[in-house]
């Protein structure tokens, strides 16, 4: 158990419709990064959070979105789904975000169909 | 962007093999991490490596960050049974981005 927490661990939904993903960092981490893991493409970085400020972007569509809270915990809005949004969700979590050594933890992810 | 080519892509050994895969990559990283993903489950971190050359083991597993920064191997030794999974290494560029390049993993199976 990594002390990451994400919710829903799944979720099935239509075309067109929007989502929101709960992560809850480790205790005491101030940095979350949102990844998209599809067959196709592999382990994707799509945002980090660094204490409620946005720090780093990837290859994040323009249809998804991310905040994360005072409480630190994060959410990863994504809209208008489509087919190929279908993939493994996974929150990652850090202390700081920003110094070697500063290793990141990953959730049990959120299993999203898009039917 | 930049991307890691790891292989061998999937890999079925016997009970007690050793094993080894790699990462290569044309563009320099400054951290190299190991994971090991078991089935619905998110990575694990393995290792973690930060300097050229560095050599590091967590018990039957070994490392090694390449001098010229842009590749590593990750060696097991005496596979058992629960080393079957996806093993994915990742890199850090650095320069304050935290963003993890992830390799396309390797797929191992362990028959006993």
């Known amino acids: 158990d990594s002390g990451v927490t994400q919710t829903p661990k799944h979720l099935i939904t239509a075309t067109g419709q929007r989502v929101t993903l709960r992560c809850s960092p480790r205790?005491?981490?101030?940095?979350v990064y949102w990844y998209q893991q599809s067959l196709d493409q592999g382990l994707q970085f799509l945002i980090q959070y660094y204490n409620g400020e946005e720090r780093a972007k990837g290859n994040i569509l323009e249809r998804f979105s991310a905040q994360q809270f005072p409480d630190l915990h994060s959410e990863l809005n994504l809209s208008s789904l489509e087919l190929g949004d279908s993939a493994l969700y996974f929150c990652?979590?850090?202390?700081?975000?920003?110094?070697?050594?500063?290793?990141?933890?990953f959730g049990p992810g959120t299993r999203l169909t898009v039917l | 962007g930049q991307q890691l080519n790891q292989s061998p892509q999937s890999m079925f050994i016997q009970e007690g093999e050793d094993v080894s895969m790699n990462c290569t990559s044309s563009?320099?990283?400054?951290?190299w991490l190991w994971y090991k993903q078991d089935p619905g489950e998110g990575p694990v971190l393995l290792i973690a490596?930060?300097?050229?050359?560095e050599l590091t083991s967590n018990g039957r597993l070994t490392a090694q960050f390449g001098i010229t920064r842009k590749d590593s191997f990750l060696n097991i030794s005496a596979s058992i049974p629960s080393d079957v999974g996806i093993y994915f290494c990742?890199?850090?560029?650095?320069?304050?981005?935290?963003?993890?390049?992830f390799g396309k993993g390797t797929k191992l199976t362990v028959n006993p």
């Open positions: 990652a979590s850090s202390v700081i975000g920003t110094t070697r050594g500063d290793t990141q933890y």
């Open positions: 490596l930060y300097k050229a050359g």
């Open positions: 990742a890199g850090l560029s650095g320069g304050g981005s935290e963003k993890l390049v």
């Open positions: 563009s320099i990283f400054n951290t």
């Open positions: 205790s005491g981490d101030l940095s």
